[in-house]
């Protein structure tokens, strides 16, 4: 390939500065005021702008000149470089459209076996993946209304259940039992229904009516019917002091069956397995223990202003001081039922604290029947401070009969926390041989000690 001409091997002398037009700070305005405050005093006034218009005119000239006699001298090298420049080019586009032209034909051929197919591939993926979803959200919801079925025999076999039988003697035609396994098929679909992030079993199922139908007329109204009946099991247990062992067993049968059913149903979501507690049946039992004591201190409130009466009260308060008792030891026997909601550690965790336990704890004390007296103690004595402070023939009588009312508080109290011995495990002491020395104290001071003499 021909060299193009050298212009400094043809260039001749020249007063004209190329390297000031060359450089790459040049600016025509400065080059211009230069020019014209080289050929003018600054104070001339005006100034005379012909001689550096003349300079600039006659350089240019002397620049085309130049070039008109570098083009002319150099004519034929330059043609020569650039037809030799063109050839090149020409053989760089034909080996150039050569390459395109098999990578068009690559393109094509990559177009008709992977892109097209790629994309019917895409179309059957995608109809397989909607037919998945279609599938998945089928079966979880063929789960669910299995589920649901179930849990409706399940509540049908609860449905003759004769709940309010407070010996436990009743039988009835339902069967206890289901309170349980109701509690766990709503588990089951509880477990389904909330699991609803992307890629788990119930994404999608709150979109469905009959999902939505199976939740609002089968699971809610079946979920509340469970934890009423539970509730009023728990309510209204009662023992007698002659039970049977039969009785106790069918008594004992049906409150383990309530007390599981509320450990299971109580609210379990957005809570942490090691913060969760069973809320609804703590309430229950809570108010189990409160409502007959808060009966008890009314009924032993009036009889002390009422003596006669007083045989009478406190039978009545030893009748619910025995039922907390009888409670109380069942629940030392039921083991804490395994939540299928929780994972294997928290599990581990709960059954590490019995019902009776979480039941002790709630109270803050270390025996419900030694609760229950000292409840009452505290409540009486303020009954006490009013009867003594208002004095008159109720006053009297009763420091007149303090002994006498001592003497049956303290029998009371004896008679109170002796449950039936069926409901004693054998581990444990017999309730006979249990001493309530500190509580008969509690309950005769806070009557004898506010009467005054």
Not at 131 to 150: A, D, F, I, N
Not at 252 to 264: F, G, Q
Request: hydrophobic fraction near 40%; charged fraction near 20%.
């Amino acid at each position: 390939m021909a060299a193009p001409p050298d212009p400094q091997a043809v260039e001749e002398p020249s007063y004209i500065d190329y390297e000031t037009f060359l450089s790459p700070d040049f600016a025509p305005a400065s080059f211009a005021n230069s020019l014209v405050l080289a050929t003018n005093n600054p104070d001339d006034s005006p100034l005379d702008l012909a001689t550096p218009l003349s300079r600039v005119l006659f350089d240019a000239q002397e620049i085309d000149s130049h070039i008109d006699l570098l083009t002319t001298r150099s004519a034929v090298p330059l043609l020569q470089y650039t037809q030799s420049q063109t050839q090149a080019s020409k053989a760089i586009v034909a080996q150039l459209d050569a390459q395109i032209a098999s990578l068009n034909d690559s393109y094509k051929q990559l177009e008709k076996e992977v892109i097209d197919k790629h994309a019917e591939a895409e179309e059957i993926r995608q109809v397989a993946q909607r037919l998945w979803e279609t599938l998945r959200l089928g079966r979880s919801m063929g789960r669910c209304l299995q589920l649901g079925r179930q849990l409706q025999v399940q509540m049908s076999e609860l449905g003759g259940s004769n709940t309010g039988t407070g010996t436990g003697t009743g039988t009835g035609k339902g069967d206890h039992g289901a309170l349980v396994r109701c509690s766990h098929t709503i588990l089951s679909l509880r477990e389904v229904l909330d699991s609803r992030a992307p890629g788990e079993e119930g994404h999608g199922l709150d979109k469905l009516d009959a999902i939505k139908a199976l939740h609002d007329t089968v699971i809610v109204p079946t979920e509340r019917r469970i934890v009423e009946a539970s509730e009023r099991l728990i309510r209204e247990f009662a023992v007698s002091s002659n039970i049977t062992f039969a009785q106790s067993e069918e008594t004992r049968s049906r409150l383990t069956s309530a007390v599981s059913a509320l450990y299971l149903l109580s609210p379990s979501a957005g809570i942490q397995p090691d913060k969760w507690s069973p809320k609804l049946l703590l309430q229950a039992l809570e108010t189990y223990v409160r409502s007959p004591l808060q009966a008890s201190t009314a009924a032993l409130s009036r009889s002390l202003g009422q003596l006669p009466t007083l045989d009478k009260s406190l039978a009545e308060v030893v009748s619910h001081c025995q039922n907390i008792a009888s409670l109380e030891l069942i629940l030392e026997t039921i083991e804490t039922p395994t939540h299928p909601l929780f994972p294997a550690p928290a599990k581990k965790k709960q059954q590490q604290h019995s019902l009776y336990q979480l039941l002790l704890s709630r109270f803050e004390t270390s025996s419900l029947v030694s609760y229950f007296w000292r409840t009452m103690a505290s409540n009486i004595s303020t009954r006490v401070q009013e009867i003594a402070t208002r004095g008159g023939i109720v006053a009297r009588t009763l420091r007149t009969n303090k002994n006498v009312v001592g003497d049956a508080i303290r029998q009371a109290v004896v008679r109170g926390g002796q449950a039936p011995n069926v409901f004693a495990s054998s581990k444990k002491k017999p309730v006979a041989e249990a001493s309530w020395d500190r509580e008969i104290a509690v309950m005769v001071g806070s009557v004898l000690n506010n009467i005054g003499r």
